[in-house]
């Protein structure tokens, strides 16, 4: 047996009694095997599989694209986005790499900051939000874009979710900056939502989720 | 050189440097995911992994000017996404813990030591053909036989079988490869 045919059938789990008496003869293939061992443990492991949010390739895109670059000039790129369509997405996404790019180089004041893209009930719209933590909660700041004013009779609503576990950080009603203030932190509710809600007795989410960012 | 970085030319790191949005899709779809699993599998939080490949991509793009098209562009990549896993991370214990001390922060989780693998067999998977990655998956993820993944997949087991082969034989490939760049 060679080594590479261990390999292969090691891999496989179909390693059978030939594969492991040419373990037993080779130090080679025995001192692959945890590598091996590895590879397997991070095969079965969910991480492997699991793929980033769709909009993440845009938001890549509108964060590097939309930033000053030396060989493009912003004119350039405002005159070829004006052309469709497609464009009005181009300038939704700039705003977003504005915001995030601002995000990413403003003085640090904030403990932390994350962008929360739109969902498909409002793809246009993009928050970035910052977080102070405070002895007995958080403060956030929360700058909103590309969102619809709330209709008439409801309102937006911010979330920090710890899988089912909801509390709510306040109420708004279209873009914007707005502060907040939460009870929790982030670190233990780690999922930032939001949501339309009709003005009503209910305190639970509705389902209408706009902004999110674990989509 | 493997296939993902045979679709990366120069020429389209030239157009990356220059915010090129197809350039950055390029590097997008053949690197996003070996990034984003880089992060996930250090951090083990997807909105944490989704800001590292913000970031990493980011910092490409910074120094993208700055990089010899003659090396290859998979573990520099790999470098800036660790870096900014583990930038991500020591902001985080900052701020979860009420005042960690910084030996505390300077020490890694075991998490972090194995995301040269967790990059290199998320490229491997990433290149494989996706009928091969369905059997690996069902059976190394689902843990299931092959009578089971031949039932799932709606196979023959021979076949099954033969594209299990196949798979592994790739993966072993790979970790050859793997044994050869960490040697």
Known sequence: MRCDEFTVAYLSGDAGESELRHLAGCSDCEADRPALDAALRLLADSQMWKDPAPQLEEQVVALISGSVSPAETPATSR?????????????????????????????????????????????????????????????????????????????????????????SAGTFTGPGEVEMWVGVSRGAFPRLWVTLEPIDEDETPSGVTVMDTAP | MSDIERGVSGTVLRKFAAGDPEAVRRLYHAYGRAVFTTAYSALRDRGLAEEAVQLTFLQAWRAADRFDIERSLGPWLYAIARRVAVDLYRRERRHLGSEPLEADIAVLPASFETTWQAWEIRRALQEMPEAQRDVIEATHFLGLTQEETAKRLGLAVGTVKSRSHRAHRRLAQLLAHLEEATA
């Open chain 1, 79 to 167: 005159k070829q986005w004006r052309t469709s369509l497609v464009a009005a997405m181009a300038a939704a996404g700039v705003v977003v790499a504005s915001l995030a790019v601002w995000a990413l180089v403003r003085t640090p004041g904030s403990d932390w900051r994350v962008s929360m893209p739109g969902t498909a009930e409002a793809p246009a719209a993009a928050a970035v939000v910052e977080g102070w933590n405070e002895p007995s909660g958080t403060r956030v700041v929360l700058t909103v874009t590309g969102l619809a004013p709330a209709p008439p009779g409801s309102l937006y609503e911010f979330w920090f979710s710890q899988e089912n576990l909801h509390v």
